[in-house]
């Protein structure tokens, strides 16, 4: 069974760090797809950021510059590292993961439970 675990939310000023994890289990090869999503009360979820196994990292306009995606297949880890956190980057945050073939803006078939952020101004 698939389970995705994130961590590393939080409340932050403008301006701040910070680091989400999501440790993936019940996966036994590297997974095709990985990617982070994140929502806001009364709004669909939004793709942020994405990374294929072996491609290219691909971001939403709206964190270009400032977050980095990142995986580590070995210990089936994925990582958001947000910097110059604005109060717009506030909501709950998704990791997700597909195997085989994924429309990127849609995600996969799994997905973590979300961690907060929360950027205060």
């Known amino acids: 069974q698939v389970q995705l675990v994130e961590s590393g939310g939080g409340l932050v000023q403008a301006g701040e760090s910070l680091t989400l994890s999501c440790a993936a289990s019940?996966?036994?090869?590297?997974?095709?797809?990985m990617g982070w999503f994140r929502q806001v009360p009364g709004k669909q979820r939004d793709l942020v950021a994405y990374?294929?196994?072996?491609?290219?990292?691909n971001y939403a306009d709206f964190v270009k510059g400032r977050f980095t995606i990142s995986r580590d297949n070995a210990n089936g880890t994925l990582y958001l590292q947000m910097m110059s956190l604005k109060p717009e980057d506030t909501g709950v945050y998704y990791c997700?993961?597909?195997?085989?073939?994924?429309?990127?803006?849609?995600?996969?078939?799994?997905w973590g439970q979300g961690t907060q952020v929360t950027v205060s101004s």
């Open positions: 990374l294929p196994d072996g491609g290219r990292a």
């Open positions: 997700n993961v597909g195997l085989g073939w994924v429309e990127p803006n849609r995600g996969g078939r799994y």
């Open positions: 019940g996966i036994f090869f590297s997974p095709s797809y």
